[in-house]
């Protein structure tokens, strides 16, 4: 399935302790969902954090739903 959240997402014990975070990145699904339950929208959070793409957003939410 294509923008398949596991596409984007991976856990690592040596990343973060094992939480679940964006492929290639630091950032954790936790503190994303964070951000977008502070208000956040998405929009500004790829403005701050250029690293990200609005699929891996997307994907931290598929992720927290199928949670």
Request: glycine share 6%; charged share 30%.
């Amino acid at each position: 399935m294509s923008g398949d959240w596991r596409s984007r997402i991976t856990i690592d014990p040596k990343v973060l302790s094992g939480k679940p975070v964006i492929r290639g990145t630091r950032m954790s699904v936790e503190f994303i969902l964070d951000l977008l339950a502070n208000g956040w929208t998405i929009e500004e959070i790829l403005e701050n954090y250029p690293q990200l793409k609005k699929e891996d957003v997307i994907a931290a939410l598929k992720y927290a739903a199928k949670l």
